[in-house]
């Protein structure tokens, strides 16, 4: 293949251009000239989508803030359902105490022991208000309410049993008997004295306890009203 002499090309082309610095002035031109032009397209184009796309999220911001006003409003009406199912639950539960406690300080009650006194304090379930959405703190009206748990909150009922026994073993023994209930529990000797009854000695004391709520599973129901035939 031939050769091309590159020196010589030079040598004849700066023979030919009488000034090169003002053609080099015109080429750095004609691209800055050009480099503008791609970045503004580039720019313009740009534009154009991040437009679209403010746009598109601007609909979809829309759509979705009913969307979430929606959710809103179904969580609201979970939580009432929720909660008064809850409150049912826990009067439902709370219905027979007294039978509860009554039959098991009877079940652990040992021999020569007898009650003087049986009782129990704390309110029933149902007293509260049921509340399912928070209201918004004043000055802040807008703003979206905070949603409160279903939760039922429930008393502690403490019981108290006031009586005599002639054996000291018969109270430890009762003692043991109510704290293996499983609706008693944290069964503590509050005070225990010597006293005469219809001229015997005995050991007068006071038991304190507290009401437990077992699990659904461990409470046997039984019907009311039986079918006779």
């Known amino acids: 293949m031939p050769k091309i002499d590159f020196a010589a090309w030079i040598e004849s082309v700066k023979e030919r251009v009488k000034e090169p610095w003002l053609i080099g002035g015109v080429v750095v ?3 800055a000239l050009a480099l503008v032009g791609f970045l503004y397209v580039r720019q313009a184009a740009r ?4 437009e679209q796309a403010l746009q598109k999220a601007v609909q979809d ?9 929606e959710r809103e409003m179904a969580e609201a009406k979970r939580d009432t359902v929720l909660r008064s199912l809850n409150l049912i639950r826990a ?9 509860h406690v009554m039959d098991e300080v009877s079940r ?3 021999p020569y022991t007898w009650i003087v006194s049986l ?3 704390g309110a029933g379930q149902g007293q509260q208000a049921v509340t399912t959405v928070a209201a918004a703190p004043s000055g802040e009206t807008g703003k979206r ?3 409160v748990q279903t939760a039922v909150p429930r008393d502690t009922v403490r019981v108290r049993v006031v009586g ?4 000291i073993q018969a109270l430890t023994r009762f003692m043991t008997q109510l704290e293996a209930s499983p609706f008693l529990a944290q069964v503590q000797l509050a005070k225990s004295e010597r006293a005469m009854d219809n001229g015997k000695e005995v050991t007068q004391f006071q038991l304190d306890m507290l009401y437990t709520r077992p699990d659904a599973a461990q409470v046997r129901r039984v019907p009311l009203a039986v079918s006779v035939r």
Request: hydrophobic residues 45%; aromatic residues 10%; charged residues 25%.
């Open 29 to 31: 031109s004609a691209l």
């Open 47 to 50: 534009e154009a989508t991040l």
């Open 61 to 69: 911001s829309t759509r979705f803030a009913s969307v979430l006003k």
């Open 91 to 99: 009067i439902d539960d709370d219905r027979f105490v007294w039978p």
């Open 108 to 110: 652990a009650l040992p």
């Open 119 to 121: 009782g129990f304090t």
């Open 145 to 147: 309410r905070k949603l």
């Open 164 to 167: 005599n026994t002639v054996d």
